[in-house]
């Protein structure tokens, strides 16, 4: 009866995750089936039906594994009555299709589990009469039924992640370090063509023949912790003249308008035959990350930017570009002109919208850290009042983006609908008497819509140094934490499974950021949860990525482009590496070694 009275307010035990009411539960349903009181049963496994999705994964796989145990234990002092066990483990899995069981667990199996084994054991021998079965109930008999029991289980959702334990996490550190050690040099690509400079080629021997924007700023950040980690000094003055590269070949497709191409091909046309067929004004470029990529470097050279000198108008005009010609007045935020080759390539605030209507986050978060590198560059180039023009403009870009794109609501940062008709006065040389014109009296007085679409995006205020320390509380408690939206046992979800454009299909053509796991995405929002110091969940991401990676290594001997979410197996474009080996930051920051970041 009391259990019954649990079941009324099971829902709101399950708002709170509170894990003794869900055990409360749990063992009054295995009690039902042991006493063949099937009411009871019903009235629990319903309950917990209901509340299920409000469990955080951890209780639901906790809940599935408890209630099997209990109705296997029941069962086997009720005179081994398969039927009634069968359907105890049936209703289990029924409840949780994913039944997230390491695929180590049969040989190895968790001491916690075999303590409540053990529990069981003890509570059957006080519950049977028959002697004959009490007899049979050994522990090393039933953890043998159960280990099988749990095996056969298993097979049937394979290849799931290996456990997040420091047994697991070391091992699949050493192969991340072991397979990525051999690619440092595998990156250098050559001069020749329509790339002047020698440069990075993200993605090793199976990448293509071709300096890409945000990529190989994010593949050098990974270079220079290679070479941090097993490079020499003379590793690291060779890798100089590829890294600058990078931002050079870019440079020099520069020109007085500040229109960048997002990729050069070795045999690319001139910026000349490039822009005949195309409008520059009304087309997106390189994502604002060269700025970036050059402080990164000049950094890495102890401040030294005379090697930037000859080029830093160029890139002054870049950035001009965005802030001139892709910024909504009204509100101050960048937005991109089409969703061609965003980087993140189908995120529904921009995809298959109207064109120059998308103030998306992720962009604008990126034009933030641009401006502070600018601010960096011009300083170090001793142009002190240029310097102070970029940190101003900075300091108002992340005031608009606090004020528009910040929703109190849900605790988050989104992107924001620019599509709006303009106010306009009625074009009338004069005012009969009987006119009327609609919304003259109080037209809008808000210059956007919040897109409340829960892209992973939002995490990059954080990235940043947007949002705010009360902002980032919110943040990380309510959708860094939340299992059901972002939080998945790979990392970090692209888009939320609550939202109906969820898809994790492979896709080439765009690339898939409707729910896979990226890595670069893993690492943006380990690098904000240190910003804030949360040390505990940034450990959780980055034990999840080497767990993942080093997985990928062991099965495939190679990394691929992007994951599914919950058991993280790969979905696309095997040989893939790029900002893959990120992974090798984190591992640094978990080791207490020197870590290289981004600037």
């Known amino acids: ?55 955080p994964k951890f209780i639901r796989i906790y809940f599935g594994l408890s209630f099997v145990f209990n109705t296997f234990a029941g069962n086997i002092s009720l005179y081994l009555k398969i039927p009634l066990l069968t359907a105890g483990v049936h209703a289990a899995l029924h409840t949780e299709r994913r039944f997230a069981m390491p695929g180590t667990l049969p040989v190895t199996i968790n001491q916690s589990i075999m303590k409540t084994i053990d529990n069981y054991i003890s509570s059957i ?233 998308s103030g998306s986050i992720f962009l604008n978060a990126l034009m933030y850290k641009e401006l502070k590198a600018m601010e960096y560059l011009a300083t170090r180039l001793n142009l002190t009042e240029t310097a102070r023009q970029y940190a101003d403009e900075a300091d108002e870009l992340a005031a608009r983006v606090r004020e528009h794109c910040w929703d109190r609501r849900d605790g988050f940062y989104y992107s924001v609908d620019l599509n709006l008709l303009p106010v306009e006065k009625p074009d009338i040389t004069g005012l009969e008497p009987g006119d009327l014109y609609l919304h003259v009296g ?25 949002a705010t320390r009360e902002q980032a509380v919110e943040m990380v408690n309510r959708h860094f934490r939340d299992t059901t939206s972002y939080n998945a046992p790979a990392g970090i979800r692209t888009l939320s499974p609550l939202e109906k454009m969820y898809n994790t299909k492979a896709s080439g053509n765009p690339s898939s950021w409707q729910g896979p796991v990226w890595i670069n995405v893993n690492y943006l929002v380990f690098r904000g949860l240190l910003n804030y110091g949360y040390e505990e969940e940034a450990r959780e991401l980055a034990e999840k990525t080497v767990l993942l990676l080093g997985r990928d290594f062991e099965r495939f001997g190679a990394l691929h482009e992007y994951y599914l979410p919950e058991n993280g197996e790969p979905v696309l474009n095997k040989g893939f590496q790029n900002w893959n080996f990120l992974v090798l930051n984190m591992i640094a920051w978990l080791e207490g070694r020197q870590q290289v970041t981004e600037f």
């Open 125 to 357: 021998r006080k519950r049977t009469a028959a002697p004959d079965v009490a007899s049979m109930l050994t522990a090393r008999g039933i953890r043998t039924v159960v280990a099988a029991a749990l095996l056969a289980l298993t097979t049937t959702a394979a290849a799931q992640l290996p456990m997040r334990n420091a047994e697991n996490v070391n091992k699949y550190k050493d192969i991340c370090k072991r397979y990525i050690y051999k690619e440092k040099e595998g990156m250098y690509r050559e001069a020749g063509g329509s790339l002047p400079y020698p440069f990075l080629a993200p993605g090793s021997n199976q990448y293509l023949d071709m300096l890409w924007d945000w990529d190989s700023w994010l593949s050098n950040v990974a270079l220079r912790q290679i070479l941090a980690d097993c490079g020499t000094k003379a590793d690291s003055a060779r890798a100089l003249k590829y890294e600058q590269g990078c931002v050079l070949n870019s440079l020099s497709y520069g020109g007085m308008d500040g229109w960048i191409p997002i990729w050069i091909e070795r045999n690319a046309p001139s910026r000349e035959d490039m822009l005949r067929k195309r409008n520059p004004w009304k087309s997106n470029m390189h994502k604002p990350t060269l700025a970036q990529h050059a402080a990164f470097i000049t950094r890495t050279m102890n401040g030294d930017a005379e090697w930037l000198r000859d080029g830093f108008y160029f890139l002054q005009a870049f950035v001009s570009k965005y802030m001139n010609h892709h910024r909504h007045r009204a509100t101050g935020l960048l937005y991109w002109e089409t969703d061609e080759a965003i980087g993140v390539d189908n995120d529904p605030s921009t995809f298959y919208r109207p064109h120059e209507s």
């Open 1 to 55: 009866f009391t259990h019954f009275l649990l079941f009324i307010n099971v829902s709101t035990f399950a708002r709170t995750r509170h894990h003794v009411l869900c055990q409360s539960v749990i063992t009054s349903m295995a009690d039902g089936l042991f006493l063949n009181k099937q009411g009871l049963f019903c009235y629990g496994f319903n309950a917990m039906i209901t509340a299920w999705g409000q469990f």
């Open 442 to 466: 109080q037209p809008r007085s808000y210059d956007c819509l919040i897109q409340r679409l829960s892209v992973w995006s939002g995490f990059m205020a954080m990235w940043a140094g947007i």
